[in-house]
């Protein structure tokens, strides 16, 4: 929370700013509550002119033991006005979002497994897309028969060659690895 914004931030670290002043500012906070329940199932940060701005599963930020200490310390810091709002989620959706406006928006502010992260948020994706870390080894590659060569230059070629695909390959292969073996582990797993 900063003087002029909320600040919330998803599960894959991505920032999203709302102001708190202006026509989109967050002026309310909205409780959707299960029609047939009665049970929080998320609240919706809700603008001047009504429209909600961002969707927060209760489940994954609200509930818990902490959880009411967290709702108070946004409620208080907000200072806006709270409302509940009953909600009735599409039969047989799982998760209760599917068919809001931003669905979207709370699967993202929700815990996602490690491979749906990793699809999400890979470093490589970046110019050239899934391929990218195996783009310049493929190319260096060519000139790995250097490496047999009795010419200086030649083998110098071959040795550069091999060096790049070492330090190309190497930070891929060892973020996939840690990323399977570490960050896959569900919380019970992690802490058990």
């Known amino acids: 929370m900063l003087a002029h914004d909320l600040v919330l ?51 994954f930020w609200f509930a818990g033991p902490q959880g009411s200490d967290g709702w108070a310390a946004l409620v208080g810091a907000l200072g806006v006005p709270v409302s509940d709002q009953k909600y ?3 039969r047989a959706a799982q998760p209760w979002w599917q068919g809001h406006q931003l669905a979207g928006d709370a699967r993202k502010m929700s815990p996602m497994e490690g491979k749906a992260a990793r699809k999400q948020i890979g470093w490589y994706r970046s110019v050239v897309g899934a391929n990218e870390p195996v783009v310049l080894p ?7 028969f250097g490496l047999f060569s009795d010419v200086v230059p030649v083998f110098l070629a071959g040795l550069l060659s091999a060096l790049t695909v070492v330090f190309s390959l190497g930070p891929a292969v060892a973020s996939a690895l840690v990323s ?6 569900t919380v019970e797993a992690a802490q058990g």
């Not at 002119?49 to 969707?55: H, I």
């Not at 399977?180 to 582990?185: E, F, H, L, T």
Request: aromatic share 8%; hydrophobic share 45%.
């Open 180 to 185: 399977r073996i570490s960050y896959d582990r």
């Open 88 to 90: 009735q989620k599409p």
């Open 138 to 144: 493929f190319f260096s590659a060519v000139l790995l």
């Open 9 to 59: 931030i998803n599960a894959l670290g991505e920032e999203r700013w709302l102001g708190r002043a202006g026509a989109h500012g967050v002026a309310r906070l909205v409780r959707l509550i299960d029609a047939a329940s009665g049970e929080p199932l998320g609240v919706e940060v809700r603008d001047r002119e009504g429209e909600a701005r961002a969707l927060l599963p209760w489940r």
